[in-house]
């Protein structure tokens, strides 16, 4: 069992104190720093006074992130399918010959 952890997390100017498991910090404080850049980037790029306009645009680029993984990682399984089918097929027809 992992030893369990009490962190800070600094976003938007505010602390979040956590308790997570040991393996859990890295990828937290990880992804901490790059809310924190994607937050400087908008407020750079754009006249975003409010804080929770932010942090809403950064829930939704990282959200959107995730998801063009998920359907690219499908389409991918998809074209591996149907390469293996085809390679399947052409095997399949080798050994009935």
């Known amino acids: 069992m992992s030893e369990k ?14 308790t997570i498991e ?6 937290l404080r990880k992804a901490a720093k790059n ?8 407020e750079q790029s754009y006249s975003v006074r409010d804080k929770q306009d932010v942090l809403a645009m950064c829930a939704l ?5 995730v998801e063009q993984k998920s359907i690219d990682k499908e389409n991918v399984t998809v074209h ?9 097929n052409l095997l399949h027809s080798y050994l009935v010959s």
């Open 5 to 18: 952890l009490k962190i800070k997390l600094s976003i938007a100017n505010r602390v979040y104190p956590l």
């Open 22 to 27: 040991s393996n859990q910090e890295e990828g």
């Open 35 to 42: 809310i924190e850049a994607m937050i400087k980037q908008f």
């Open 61 to 65: 680029q990282f959200a959107s992130q």
């Open 80 to 88: 591996v399918e149907e390469k293996l089918n085809a390679l399947d």
